[in-house]
């Protein structure tokens, strides 16, 4: 699952391990176990928790500005997928296609 947080005001914060996503509004709460990308853009708060726990379940932590094009990016340093994307990139550069 994705979660695109895009409401200038919006918290995002770990509580008892758990990202929890607050706004004047409302508040979720989201297991780790089940998100794949955070998306943030302009104006949300984050604390350093949420990096930590993202990097812990390697969530891929997208920072976009107002047109939704990518500006920062954070994710783990363990090798995942990662080194199967590269070993795949090297193969095809290798190959008569590429």
Same mark, same amino acid.
């Given at each position: 699952m994705e979660l695109? %947080?895009?409401q200038a005001g #919006? @918290?995002?914060l770990i509580r008892k391990g758990i990202f929890? /996503?607050?706004n004047k509004? =409302? #508040?979720h709460k989201i297991s780790p176990e089940k998100?794949? @990308? %955070?998306? %943030?853009?302009k104006g949300i708060g984050l604390s350093s928790d949420v990096i930590f726990k993202?990097?812990?379940h390697q969530i891929d932590l997208? /920072? /976009?500005?107002g047109t939704g094009q990518p500006q920062a990016r954070v994710w783990s340093h363990k090798l995942g997928s990662i080194s199967t994307i @590269?070993?795949?990139?090297?193969?095809? =550069?290798?190959?008569?296609?590429?």
């Open positions: 695109n %947080i895009q #919006t @918290r995002l929890e /996503v607050s509004d =409302c #508040t998100l794949e @990308r %955070i998306v %943030i853009s993202a990097v812990e997208l /920072v /976009v500005d @590269r070993k795949h990139h090297l193969h095809f =550069c290798q190959s008569a296609a590429g």
